[in-house]
């Protein structure tokens, strides 16, 4: 987060933007102070760019994991508004833990650092040496063989507890089959989908 100020919201804003070498649409602001004397007028903005972001994301993995002595690279990119942050260690496993568990829940730490650091909800997606990804693709081929067991049989399919990144491939793929739709059901850690045929 970066502060700035000036005498109104348009001159302060016009500066943070060329402070930061970005466009008015890059940037996400907030007047967090506004004075308006008799003499002087004051207002303050509190603003962000997703390359800030992004930088406090992979500077956090480095940090976070430096100090739990693992030896870490990160590569990042941005894609449709969420932030994804690809890292590499020298212990790839013991980070993803079993089915994926320690990943998820360094997502989730990471999730928060940032919501509190930037005061918003961005979206972030962690993974280790490609894990995730492979997983989806997974996911996503489990999903395309039960649709068509679904169309054959037109009997109901109740899939395993999956984690809600897992769930959505699988709603995603299903939601491009014809005579085919799926429901989450369950709490928490118990949800799971169902992929039934309609007419």
Do not use: W
């Not at 590569?75 to 994926?100: A, P």
């Amino acid at each position: 987060m970066k502060t700035y100020e000036g005498k109104t919201e348009e001159e302060v804003v016009q500066n943070a933007c060329l402070d930061l070498g970005v466009t008015l649409d890059q940037l996400t602001y907030e007047v967090i102070e506004e004075k308006r004397g008799l003499f002087s007028k004051k207002v303050v903005i509190e603003c962000y760019t997703q390359n800030m972001v992004q930088e406090y994301l992979e500077d956090f993995v480095r940090r976070t994991l430096t100090n739990m002595q693992f030896t870490v690279e990160t590569v990042s990119y941005i894609q449709d508004g969420r932030i994804y942050c690809n890292i590499n260690t020298d212990n790839n496993s013991i980070l993803i833990g079993k089915n994926g568990v320690i990943l998820r829940a360094f997502n989730f730490i990471a999730k928060n650092a940032i919501q509190t650091q930037f005061k918003k909800r961005i979206e972030i997606s962690l993974d280790i040496n490609g894990y995730k990804e492979n997983r989806y693709k997974k996911v996503s081929s489990m999903a395309k063989r039960l649709g068509k067991q679904v169309l054959k049989t037109k009997a109901d399919v109740k899939l395993d507890p999956l984690p809600a990144d897992e769930r959505k491939v699988i709603h995603q793929v299903i939601s491009q089959m014809n005579h085919l739709k799926t429901e989450s059901k369950g709490e928490g850690k118990n949800r799971y989908i169902t992929i039934s045929y309609v007419d």
